[in-house]
């Protein structure tokens, strides 16, 4: 079965950190780029991080410094380390590769 399986969302305060995890089945993992995006209330999916197969990563500017995208290619896991989380961080956060979603996990911060 091909699918992605977030977890590790949760209620965080403003300033604390959360560590998401996507876990892949079904797929050639380790030749993948692995993005993270977030969907807030009334807005669009934005994309948040990506990590290509050699281990490339990208940022959208609102967290630079303060989140990492990471993999075990191994373990076929993609990680989102969220540290100094602000009330906007609050989502829900989905993994994606190509056009395979998983079902998300929500992120709140209350301030």
């Known amino acids: 079965q091909v699918r992605l399986v977030e977890s590790g969302g949760g209620l965080v305060q403003a300033g604390g950190s959360l560590r998401l995890s996507c876990a892949a089945s079904?797929?050639?993992?380790?030749?993948?780029?692995i993005d993270w995006y977030r969907q807030a209330p009334g807005n669009e999916r934005e994309l948040v991080a990506s990590?290509?197969?050699?281990?490339?990563?990208h940022y959208t500017d609102s967290v630079k410094g303060r989140f990492t995208i990471s993999r075990d290619n191994a373990k076929k896991m993609v990680y989102l380390q969220m540290n100094s989380l602000k009330p906007e961080d609050t989502a829900v956060y989905y993994c994606?590769?190509?056009?395979?979603w998983g079902q998300g996990t929500q992120v709140t911060v209350s301030s």
């Open positions: 994606k590769r190509g056009s395979l």
């Open positions: 079904g797929i050639a993992f380790s030749i993948m780029t």
């Open positions: 990590i290509s197969s050699g281990g490339s990563t």
